[in-house]
């Protein structure tokens, strides 16, 4: 069982920055490659950016590829996603979520096993 607590979201202009962070507990962090998620409302729940256990392995959502960054400290068991030049639609609630390393990565939310309680991304415009 791992445990997963999301911080930093809130209410920024657009053309901003956020640092989301995803503090994780219980089985061995390094067992799992780590995702982030968002959901907007009367949407469907969608990728954002994924980070294999070990390396520097990524993968991004074309939406946010080239404004985003996923990275992780295992020495803390925190993945975070550093948000820049935002947008009003990356607006959202965004989630971590973790998927055990000994299977592929996935940009495909049902493949996750464990999941956050969500942050809330606001974007003004």
């Known amino acids: 069982q791992v445990q997963l607590v999301e911080s930093g979201g809130g209410l920024v202009q657009a053309g901003g920055s956020l640092r989301l962070s995803c503090a994780a507990s219980g089985r061995t962090f390094n067992n799992y490659n780590m995702g982030w998620f968002r959901q907007a409302p009367g949407k469907e729940r969608e990728f954002v950016a994924v980070r294999l256990w070990s390396g520097g392995t990524t993968d991004y959502a074309d939406s946010v590829k080239g404004r985003f960054t996923i990275s992780r400290d295992s020495a803390k068991n925190t993945v975070y996603l550093q948000m820049g030049s935002l947008k009003p639609e990356d607006t959202a609630v965004y989630y971590c979520?973790?998927?055990?390393?000994?299977?592929?990565?996935?940009?495909?939310?049902?493949?996750?096993?464990?999941w956050g309680q969500g942050t809330q991304v606001t974007v003004s415009s």
């Open positions: 979520a973790a998927r055990a390393r000994i299977l592929p990565p996935s940009q495909k939310a049902a493949l996750y096993d464990y």
